[in-house]
């Protein structure tokens, strides 16, 4: 869930980090308090304290600034050299910056009656030395928890990603069973037992086959065109079962086709679309036509039915995603073999899809 | 309506077969009925106009001219009992003449319990509306029409006099007749929370809340331009939640 208290909550963390490691170099530097003696003459020790605190707490600024710079190279680079070289320069830069302020502060100091020894190369050295190391010191902890912030964000991007995966298999299952037609059938059943036992007996026959067909063939292997079209048949006159007249179907099928590899479940959704909105849009009896052909060594099926092409409103299951399904598998299946269109005509909606196997 | 009269249905289905297996298992209940039949909207309406109607059995999913153009026709005191074969969301009654919604093949024990809900009074009917859940549809009069909208395409309610505004992820508005208090008795807790005294939001669609003027907070939803304001008194159980 995306909840947004987060930013504001970053923020506040963000500081209380801050203060708490400058603080902490405030409180460590206490004890070396005497030293600064050496520097401010008959300076008592309570200015003293006022003369670190500023002196510590001045390295905010300078955080900053590298947390600025640090984002700004992050967005553009992921090369960690480069950050690392930033890091060592960027605080070493910034140290003689530090210095500069130090050397400000002690102007004002002077002003205000202490006199400050003068500085020594010694000094100087030290100074850098230790600013620099305050300030790689931030940079790394800094980044530290930034890394292990977009660690986490990655690992749930990548749970999710999984997720998504299995989702879409199991509406892929969800799909090749469709519910909305078991049952449909399994009322009209009901009815013909009633009415007419004969052609129950007949229509158990060809659910069984087709259930079989959509449970136990998997999307991703190949089965003999003759299986899917066989599967497609039943399919369609059980569906002549409920819609009795309405529905003619014409097949011209190629048998030199009927041996040719397709990957399971490949036609069955253009053929269940072309009835679907066919039976929205076509006038009585709604007329589809299923050709077969091979070409040297490609396959092309047509699937025309009457009627015309529309886009569904309501987007529950099956509309739509059933050809996007299909091109889909096709695209992953054949990269580079493969053509997939749809002719919206008037009066007829032709969808044609051409294979090529590469081996087989 | 009392239980000695004979009532007059309607079943409009264009699948022969599903009209007379639905026709098959109201026989076997032990009432009387007409049983009308219908295998268009079209023939539906002409019954409609012809008949006294009570109960008209619609199957939703009919292919050909939809099944909301029927609606219309449909006023109180005719009642609608839904009949689909699949449906991944649950259609849930919003309105009062909305009774049920039924499973095909039909089973004649839901059956009864529907027929049961019309011989209750209309006060009675209201107190067994219960919470819906997050993948529900509700049927309910819209801008004078019909439709079914699915709970979790809700992103916002708005009070608007005695009317409320829905605005949904598709970018429409639209009014009801309902108000905000029976939106907020009936929409689920884990998806929906009220953050004023005239505004539901969706949370699941929040993505971010600000404070504002005078202690409120001003709160950003997906799919809508503006954001809304929320009251203090609110934030505390948006906040909880939320997480």
């Keep these: ?360 | 309506m009392n239980d000695n009269t004979s009532l007059n249905l309607l079943l409009v289905d264009d699948e022969p077969l599903a009209r007379s297996d639905l026709r098959a298992v109201l026989n076997e209940m032990d009432r009387e009925f007409s049983i009308y039949e219908a295998d268009s909207v079209k023939a539906a309406k002409r019954t409609l106009k012809l008949e006294q109607i009570d109960i008209v059995f619609l199957d939703i999913q009919m292919p050909g001219e939809t099944g909301f153009d029927l609606l219309k026709f449909i006023e109180p005191p005719i009642n609608i009992i839904f009949v689909t074969a699949f449906d991944e969301y649950a259609i849930k009654a919003f309105e009062a003449n909305a009774l049920d919604y039924l499973m095909k093949p039909v089973n004649i024990k839901r059956l009864e319990r529907a027929f049961h809900k019309i011989y209750l009074n209309p006060a009675e009917k209201k107190v067994i509306s219960r919470k819906l859940n997050t993948d529900d549809s509700i049927f309910l009069k819209l801008d004078n029409e019909y439709r079914f909208i699915k709970i979790d395409s809700i992103l916002k309610i708005e009070s608007a006099d005695d009317y409320t505004l829905i605005f949904t992820n598709n970018g429409a508005k639209m009014l009801t007749l309902k108000t905000m208090k029976e939106w907020e008795s009936r929409l689920p807790e884990q998806m929906f929370c009220r953050i004023h005294r005239s505004t539901i939001v969706n949370f699941l669609n929040v993505t971010n809340i600000e404070p504002y003027f005078n202690n409120s907070y001003s709160v950003s939803i997906t799919g809508i331009q503006e954001p809304v304001i929320m009251s203090r008194r609110y934030f505390s159980c948006i906040k909880e939640r939320m997480g």
């Design chain 1, 1 to 360: 869930m995306v909840v947004s208290f987060m930013p504001y909550k970053r923020k506040i963390l963000f500081w209380l980090l801050q203060i708490f490691y400058w603080s902490l170099y405030f409180i460590y530097s206490i004890q070396f308090v005497h030293n600064y003696e050496y520097y401010l003459r008959n300076a008592i020790p309570s200015h003293l304290l006022v003369y670190l605190f500023f002196f510590c707490y001045m390295g905010i600024p300078f955080s900053l600034i590298l947390r600025f710079t640090y984002n700004k190279i992050r967005a553009r680079s992921n090369s960690l050299p480069l950050l690392i070289i930033t890091i060592v320069a960027g605080s070493i830069l910034l140290a003689h910056l530090w210095f500069l302020e130090v050397i400000i502060l002690d102007n004002i100091v002077e002003y205000l009656g202490h006199r400050v020894h003068p500085y020594t190369w010694q000094y100087y050295g030290w100074e850098i030395f230790s600013a620099s190391m305050l300030l790689v010191g931030w940079s790394s902890l800094y980044l530290l928890i930034k890394f292990w912030e977009e660690w986490n964000e990655q690992k749930s991007i990548s749970e999710n990603a999984v997720l998504l995966a299995e989702n879409a298999q199991l509406k892929m299952l969800r799909y090749q069973l469709n519910p909305h037609f078991l049952f449909n059938s399994l009322g009209s059943l009901r009815a013909l037992i009633r009415e007419d036992q004969d052609r129950a007996i007949n229509m158990v026959t060809k659910m069984s086959e087709y259930m079989r067909y959509s449970l136990l063939s998997k999307s991703h292997t190949k089965v003999p065109l003759d299986e899917e079209l066989e599967a497609i048949r039943n399919y369609l006159e059980i569906e002549k079962v409920r819609f009795d007249d309405k529905i003619e179907i014409l097949y011209n099928i190629n048998q030199r086709a009927r041996k040719f590899l397709v990957p399971g479940f490949i036609l069955h959704p253009v053929v269940e679309n072309a009835l679907k909105y066919g039976m929205q849009t076509s006038p009585f009896p709604l007329v589809i036509n299923i050709n077969v052909t091979l070409y040297k060594s490609k396959l092309i099926v047509e699937i025309i039915n009457s009627g015309s092409w529309c886009i569904s409103k309501d987007n529950s299951m099956g509309t739509g995603t059933g050809l996007q399904n299909v091109q889909n598998r096709l695209k992953v299946t054949y990269p580079k073999t493969h053509k997939f269109k749809i002719d919206k005509l008037k009066g007829t909606v032709r969808v044609l899809i051409e294979i090529e196997n590469d081996e087989e």
